[in-house]
T-cell receptor, first 110, second 114 residues
Framework: EDQVTQSPEALRLQEGESSSLNCSYT??????LFWYRQDPGKGPEFLFT???AGEEKEKERLKATLTKKESFLHITAPKPEDSATYLC???????????FGKGITLSVRP | SQTIHQWPATLVQPVGSPLSLECTVE??????LYWYRQAAGRGLQLLFY??????ISSEVPQNLSASRPQDRQFILSSKKLLLSDSGFYLC?????????????FGEGSWLTVV
C-alpha cells in the first residue's frame, strides 16, 4: 500500500526566512510525485509533478526536488502570501489514483 | 484550457435528507473523474473514481454513491445523510496516464449535516 508522510505538520516562518518541507513516501513503481498548494476553504492548486529521482522543478520562490524515498519543497525568501497548506501525493503501480499526505500548514509572518 | 466546475459551494442539510453534488469538466474529453472528501487532520480521502461513462469504482464503504451520466459530468449522491457525512467534498479530473496522472481539483463543496 502506498504511503505518504509529510513533516512538520505546521511551520511558522518569518518573511524572508528560507526553509524546506519534507515528503517521505513508499510506493510500488513510482509514476509521479505531486505537490499542491491549498488555501483555506479552497480546492488544492497544482504546483509540480516529479517523475524520477534527481528531478527538480521551480516556480517563483518554490523548488521541488525528488529522491528515491522523499521529496522536498524548498521555499526561498517566503512572503506572507505563501502561507497555505502544502500537500504531497504519489501515484504508483498500474493505476492513476493518488495517495495524499496530511499536508503541512505554512504560516509566514511579515 | 480545461476548467472544472463544482456546485453548490456550501450547503447545510438535515440528517436523513438526500444529497446531490454536481461536477462538470470543460475543455477535455474522456477524463478520469474523482470525488474526494477532506476532513480536518485526516488528509484527502478518495471516495469514487470513474474512467468512463457509467464506470464507477468505490474506494470505501459508505453512505454515498456516485454516477457519471455524461462524459464530463460526475455526481455525488446520498439518499439519507448522516452526521458523519459532513465535510469538504472535492471533485477532480485527470487526463490519465498519458497525461502524467496529474489531478486537478475543483473549488470544493462544504457540507454540514445538522
Amino acid at each position: 500500500e502506498d504511503q505518504v508522510t509529510q513533516s512538520p505538520e505546521a511551520l511558522r516562518l518569518q518573511e524572508g526566512e528560507s526553509s524546506s518541507l519534507n515528503c517521505s513516501y513508499t510506493v510500488s513503481g513510482l509514476r509521479g510525485l505531486f505537490w499542491y498548494r491549498q488555501d483555506p476553504g479552497k480546492g488544492p492548486e497544482f504546483l509540480f509533478t516529479l517523475y524520477s529521482a534527481g528531478e527538480e522543478k521551480e516556480k517563483e520562490r518554490l523548488k521541488a526536488t525528488l529522491t528515491k524515498k522523499e521529496s522536498f519543497l524548498h521555499i526561498t525568501a517566503p512572503k506572507p502570501e505563501d502561507s497555505a497548506t502544502y500537500l504531497c501525493a504519489v501515484s504508483g503501480g498500474a493505476n492513476s489514483k493518488l495517495t495524499f499526505g496530511k499536508g503541512i500548514t505554512l504560516s509566514v509572518r511579515p | 484550457s480545461q476548467t472544472i466546475h463544482q456546485w453548490p459551494a456550501t450547503l447545510v442539510q438535515p440528517v436523513g435528507s438526500p444529497l446531490s453534488l454536481e461536477c462538470t469538466v470543460e475543455g477535455t474529453s474522456n477524463p478520469n473523474l474523482y470525488w474526494y472528501r477532506q476532513a480536518a487532520g485526516r488528509g484527502l480521502q478518495l471516495l469514487f473514481y470513474s474512467v468512463g461513462i457509467g464506470q464507477i469504482s468505490s474506494e470505501v464503504p459508505q453512505n454515498l454513491s456516485a454516477s457519471r451520466p455524461q462524459d464530463r459530468q460526475f455526481i455525488l449522491s446520498s439518499k439519507k445523510l448522516l452526521l458523519s457525512d459532513s465535510g469538504f467534498y472535492l471533485c477532480a479530473w485527470s487526463g490519465g496516464q498519458l497525461s502524467g496522472n496529474t489531478i486537478y481539483f475543483g473549488e470544493g463543496s462544504w457540507l454540514t449535516v445538522v
